[in-house]
């Protein structure tokens, strides 16, 4: 992985500030481009949610000088998705959600660049939880 990692960890500190309104934004984008999402968080507790979410970006944002630890905890990550009814097809969605939030916060700061660092980083962390949910390549094709 030849990730953009200081694009990726400023952009991130960037918006750390307003983490809790990130997030809440992102699943409300998710939510309104997305509504056959919804139903896969039916049961879930939104608030607990949304600061599992958060420490798991930081998790990401943290480790991306650490391949080794990343690729592991995002495996297991892929692998506890599959309870939760996640099928590939709805990467791709949170993926669009989550790029979308970041350029509604960083506004003028949010460039063509920082915006392909984190297609890739979402690509990255996509490939891995798939690898951990043990989707063959043939089913994954996103
Ligand atoms: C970057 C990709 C993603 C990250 C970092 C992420 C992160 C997380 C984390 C940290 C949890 C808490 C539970 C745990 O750690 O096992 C969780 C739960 C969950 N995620 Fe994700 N997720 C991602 C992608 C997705 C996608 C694509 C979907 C499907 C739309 C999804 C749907 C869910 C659901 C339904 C739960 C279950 C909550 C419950 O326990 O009720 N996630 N996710």
Redesign the pocket.
Known sequence: MSLKVELLEQSFEQVKPQADEFISSFYDN?FADYPE?QP??A???MTK?KK??L???VM?VENLREPDVLSES?KG?GA??IK????PE??P???NS?IKTFGQYLEANWTEEIQQAWVEA?GA??TL?LEGAEYTPEEVAL
Do not use: D, K
């Open positions: 998710l999402a896969l968080f049961n879930t507790h949610q599992m979410l420490s798991a970006l990401v995002l990550l506890r998705h939760y009814g996640t099928l709805h990467y969605l949170v993926g989550l979402y962390i996509t939880m």
